[in-house]
């Protein structure tokens, strides 16, 4: 029996392992893969998806993670999982997001779309959309739709991040300021359980606060992890968004806002 937890200790790949031992390993996936997910746990370890989540509130409580919806990540506030990281974190359900939210864009229409490997999946489902006009501050976006001579496709001014190719900056912002488009669609890093939307840039904020700000219509596209997920700069208020876009239900206190401020709930299977 572990003489902190008070647990028994147990087995795992045929070798002894305590809950001490198994505490300090998830510590260490953590902080290695930036967000891992209670089933991917549960088959490490050999146990039950129950005992995971004791595990993570543990550890949540004594400062050493952070709890997400689904899983843990590390705890910081101040720097984002490294982007290639992002990349292929919650990859199947960004794609299942991004199909979804392209049925709710209808061809001929104008859009916004800021930084995010979300985003840039949302960019890969429109491909084949017909007569879109698209403005964007990530190059990665760009590439993608320019493979359509359907799609128009303008570029911001700005710096170019070299880590992710998105660009900010005061001029990408004065860029955006100068049109008002059907739909904007942006990525976040964090959504807090009073609706806060969050982001570890600065600059990158305050270029998504001008799409929402210049479009007729703001769609969130982010995944399950981001739920409660703690970062520095705020953004806004879910209160401001027409929609969100996600691949499973967010906790039952961000469901009752949205459902109190008339904003749309899209889960995609």
């Known amino acids: 029996m572990d003489p902190i937890t008070g647990e028994n200790e147990i087995t795992t790949g045929g070798k002894h392992a305590s809950v001490r031992t198994r505490h300090a390993q998830i510590i260490d996936l953590v902080r290695e893969q930036g967000f891992v997910a209670i089933g991917t746990l549960a088959d490490h370890f050999n146990v039950t998806p129950q005992t995971i989540r004791r595990d993570i509130n543990i550890l949540s409580d004594q400062g050493l ?33 991004a199909r979804l939210v392209a049925q709710h864009i209808p061809s001929r229409s104008s859009l916004f779309i800021n930084m995010g490997t979300t985003n840039e999946e949302v960019a890969k489902a429109l491909i084949h959309h017909k007569r879109l006009r698209v403005i964007t501050n990530n190059l990665n976006v760009a590439k993608t739709l320019s493979g359509n001579s359907d799609i128009e496709v303008i570029v911001t001014g700005g710096v170019v991040r070299p880590k992710d190719c998105g660009i ?71 209160q401001e968004v027409d929609a969100m876009f996600t691949d499973k239900l967010p906790p039952a206190e961000l469901v009752k806002m949205m459902k109190h401020n008339e904003v749309e709930l899209h889960v995609a299977e």
């Open 65 to 97: 993670l952070q709890r997400h919806h689904g899983g843990a990540g590390p705890i910081y506030s101040t720097e984002n999982v490294d982007y290639t990281d992002r990349k292929v974190l919650c990859y199947r359900e960004k794609q299942t997001i």
């Open 168 to 238: 900010v900056g005061e001029a990408a912002i004065d860029f955006i300021r100068q049109f008002k488009v059907d739909y904007g669609i942006i990525g976040i890093s964090g959504v807090d359980k009073d609706g806060t939307l969050l982001d570890f840039d600065y600059r990158e904020v305050t270029a998504a606060r001008s799409i929402i700000d210049n479009s007729r219509k703001v769609f969130l596209v982010t995944d399950s992890t981001k739920f409660g997920r703690n970062a520095m700069v705020r953004l806004g208020s879910i």
